[in-house]
């Protein structure tokens, strides 16, 4: 389980707030838990946003469920005259195959990427000194349309100003980051593994 109080503290602090604190000037992070703590982990990421914004740091953190944001971006996209959303789910009763693709088409094309931009850099700039953080999770319920791998290589260019930190159901094993302590996700090297970094074992 998370130790909130560690990961609270390495967040708080200054020198961790900066940017560039990163390896290779990266500053993506990754917190790896077993899946089956997934909905603990989600209430854990509420209490640890709420603490950050306490006085002596009043950080806010831009928390985004990735799989919440599929579905929004599903929903909000027309096409044919009805969502992207409704017409995946009438295409899936009549062809799971075909559904299945178009829906792994979607959310890896640009469009859902500029979507997700657009939201982060509304939040993000102007720069401001206590918004130093975006967290993300979801990647289980995401899966296997859209992988953490995926998305931190395609937004690398958004990561300067802030840093993020990745809650991945999952493991760090032999340097590489595996999904449900299964799949092997590439991609994912440059990251900074965060159990490492609070002194906790590896799942």
């Known amino acids: 389980m998370i130790n909130i109080d560690k990961l609270y503290d390495l967040m708080a602090d200054k020198g961790f707030q900066e940017p560039t604190t990163g390896n290779l000037f990266f500053p993506a992070y990754i917190y790896t838990y077993p899946p089956e703590n997934e909905y603990e982990i989600r209430e854990q990421l509420q209490l640890l946003s709420e ?13 985004i469920n990735i799989y919440h944001e599929m579905i929004e971006y599903l929903k909000s996209t027309i096409f044919a005259n009805e969502s992207l959303f409704d017409s995946i789910i009438r295409s899936e009763k009549e062809d799971p195959q075909e559904a299945h693709e178009w829906l792994w088409h979607e959310v890896n094309d640009e469009k859902f990427l500029l979507f997700l931009e ?30 953490a791998s995926h998305l931190l290589a395609r937004t690398e260019k958004l990561i300067k100003e802030f840093k993020v930190v990745v809650f991945y159901p999952g493991e760090y094993a032999k340097a590489r980051y595996h999904l449900f302590g299964l799949l092997d996700d590439d991609h994912m090297y440059r990251a900074n593994n965060l159990n490492i970094q609070l002194g906790e074992t590896t799942n």
């Open 51 to 63: 603490k950050l914004k306490r006085p002596n740091n009043f950080l806010e953190c831009m928390v």
């Open 118 to 147: 657009k939201k982060v850099r509304q939040y993000f700039e102007p720069v401001h000194e206590k918004r130093v953080y975006l967290i993300l999770y979801g990647f289980g319920s995401a899966f296997p349309y859209l992988r």
